[in-house]
């Protein structure tokens, strides 16, 4: 049976173009439907990122907004990752059908206004933060292996 669903990223206030490569390789590798970049900082050319060998430019949507809802897909379920007091484990968190995953900045937190907009909060249980590329990777990758668990049991 194929995949069913769609995931697609969110980049609140992105500031490093590098970071922003590498998550574009994963929204491409890990087959995201859609990149929504909010806010991104200006000197960031998602046509010349030279952590993105593949372009992901080429082959899947980026939009860039100043709201991201504005972008985000009908009947879509935002998931913000993101260190919170109250945000679910990644480990044991289950992935909607239809998700679009959002990501704070480098250096800071997704902004209040987008946490309250999103219905789930999840974390990355490690003892440091991790950069916004591979922060990418692994949310996406768990989503994957735990979509294909599923379909197989």
């Known amino acids: 049976m ?3 669903g769609f995931a697609c990223i969110g980049l609140d206030r992105p500031t490093d ?3 922003v490569g590498h998550a574009l390789r994963a929204a491409l ?4 439907r859609m990149v929504i970049l909010s806010e991104k900082n200006s000197s960031i050319n998602v046509r010349k990122l030279s952590t993105d060998p593949g372009r992901a430019y080429r082959h ?3 939009i860039e907004v100043a709201n991201m809802f504005n972008a985000m897909p009908h009947d879509c379920t935002p998931v ?3 260190i ?3 945000a679910k484990d990644l480990t ?3 992935h909607p059908e239809r998700a ?3 990501f704070g900045p480098e250096n800071g937190s997704i902004k209040r206004e987008i946490l309250e907009e999103c219905q789930y909060v999840v974390k990355i249980p490690t003892t440091m933060s991790l950069n916004l590329g591979m922060t990418v990777n692994i949310v996406l990758y768990d989503r994957l292996a735990k979509m294909t668990r599923s379909r197989s049991t």
């Open 29 to 32: 590798g890990f087959s995201a």
């Open 17 to 19: 173009a590098v970071n």
């Open 84 to 86: 919170t007091d109250n």
């Open 2 to 4: 194929p995949q069913r």
């Open 80 to 82: 913000a990752v993101e």
């Open 100 to 102: 679009c995953y959002v």
């Open 60 to 62: 899947v949507p980026i």
């Open 92 to 94: 044991t968190f289950a």
